[in-house]
């Protein structure tokens, strides 16, 4: 997996102050997009050992959330696996910061089809140019949904975190 940057004491892309990790490689292209830059897969730099400890310093902080995966989009076929141990790591090694994960992917297609049981909160949809509304907290776009997803996965339907 490659990836673009680790961004420290974030407090854009989920509650609290965040570390975000932004992968590359999306295959939605979504036309607006705010990070066009990350859609190519062999974009930016290999995600290794170093950036791994990197990022599990930033977020063992104290005053640090959780992480959030972004991109492009951590779902993409090339991330997923990496993205997921990162997540399962997390909730082992710090199971009280939360995993937040955004990606183009709707819950209803990928829900049966991916493990999202390290999870906390998903944000899904493509971004819709034509739907955009920068007063919405956490998306893009009024179409994306901001998921609780372990009392989605309980309930068995979509449980909204929060409204946009």
Request: glycine residues 8%; proline residues 3%; charged residues 25%.
């Amino acid at each position: 997996m490659n990836y673009h940057n680790i961004t420290k004491d974030d407090m854009l892309n989920g509650e609290g102050l965040r570390v975000v990790l932004w992968t590359s490689g999306c295959t939605h292209c979504c036309e607006g997009c705010q990070n066009p830059q990350t859609w190519d897969i062999a974009s930016g730099i290999e995600f290794d050992e170093t950036a791994e400890k990197e990022l599990f310093e930033d977020l063992s902080k104290d005053y640090i959330s959780g992480i959030t995966f972004s991109g492009g989009d951590p779902l993409h076929p090339f991330n997923r696996s990496e993205v997921l141990r990162l997540a399962k790591k997390v909730k082992e090694a710090l199971p009280d910061k939360t995993v937040w994960l955004y990606t183009g992917f709707l819950w209803e297609d990928i829900k049966d089809k991916i493990d999202l049981s390290n999870i906390d909160v998903l944000v899904d949809g493509e971004f819709q140019k034509e739907l955009n509304d920068n007063n919405l907290k956490w998306v893009g776009s009024s179409n994306q949904r901001i998921i609780d997803v372990q009392k989605s996965l309980s309930e068995g339907c979509v449980v909204h975190h929060c409204k946009p």
